[in-house]
Structure formats: C-alpha cells, structure tokens
C-alpha cells in the first residue's frame, strides 16, 4: 500500500505496482479461511424515495475506508490508473443510487471539481444534499462532496430525475 501514497506516480510506475499488486492479491493462499483476517464489504443499505418524499435539506452521505484493492478494483473497470482521481466520484454516484434519491434516479448532469488526492488507508465521506427540486420533471439539485476527514477533496453538484410515486392500483 506505501506505493500509493505521498507524491503521483508517473503512468509507467503505476502500471507496474499495479501489475504486482494485482499478482499478490492472486496469489495462492496458505491459510485455511478461519484463519484469515476478514474484511467485509460494506454496500449503502438502499432505499427508494419518489419525488413526493424528499424536500429540499435532505442529505445522506456513505462512509468508505480505501483499500489497494479498491484501487485496482477501480483500474481495472473503470480503465483510469490515475491514483489522484481514485474513485470519489463513484462514491458519490453510490449515494445517489443507492440512498437519496435511490434506485430509480436519473443522472441529469454532474459536475464536479477534484480539490485534494485521496490515498490508501484513508476514509472517504460522501454526502449528497438536496437544495433545489423543480416539480415540473420532477427534477433535483444535489450539493456533492467527499470529506477526508476535515479536508475536502471533492465537491460540485448533480441534477437528477426522481421518479413519481406510482398511482394506487
């Protein structure tokens, strides 16, 4: 993990850290599963809010401990090898998707600025706010940032369409 923190590294240095560390996470292992130190994944619990359940002042936010995994795991979907951009935006698109509003959202638009690096070992916090909703398209705007710690390293804002509550049977 030291590899990926302190100063960027050059593109063809990653590619070779990531080349071994990708071979150590492969690796046979030796120790039976008892053994094992466990480290859980943790997914936002979900849930669906229709348009006629969120008002302006809502927030959610999901808490995410960086792991080298994390980070060839992202590589390795996403195709960015870049350390600085880790994934902070997908943490964000998690607690729209998955929280506020949820499962049936539609990204709009999304902009976002990258203001500090986030490295192996530290806990990212992603929130997302409503402060604005537009009835008309039942449209939201959304405060984005992600927090290590007291630093802010990502913050911009989303519009998304929440979808209406459907009509009684």
């Not at 402060?131 to 290590?148: D, H, S, T, Y």
Request: glycine share 6%; charged share 25%; net charge positive.
């Amino acid at each position: 993990e030291k590899f990926l923190q302190g100063a960027p590294l050059s593109q063809s240095a990653l590619d070779h850290h990531l080349s071994h560390l990708r071979k150590w996470l492969a690796r046979p292992r030796r120790r039976s599963r008892a053994h094992r130190k466990a480290e859980p994944m943790t997914l936002p619990e979900t849930q669906s809010l229709y348009f006629e359940d969120v008002s302006v002042g809502m927030r959610e936010s999901y808490a995410k401990h960086v792991r080298a995994s994390d980070v060839v795991g992202f590589a390795e979907i996403s195709g960015d090898r870049n350390p600085i951009h880790l994934y902070t935006a997908s943490l964000i698109s998690a607690v729209i998707g998955t929280r506020l509003p949820g499962p049936g959202a539609i990204y709009i638009s999304q902009t976002l600025r990258f203001l500090a690096p986030v490295r192996i070992g530290d806990e990212v916090v992603a929130s997302v706010e409503i402060v604005e909703l537009a009835a008309k398209g039942r449209r939201a705007k959304l405060r984005c940032e992600c927090k290590v710690g007291d630093t802010l390293v990502l913050e911009g804002e989303a519009e998304v369409k929440i979808p209406a509550r459907p009509a009684p049977q």
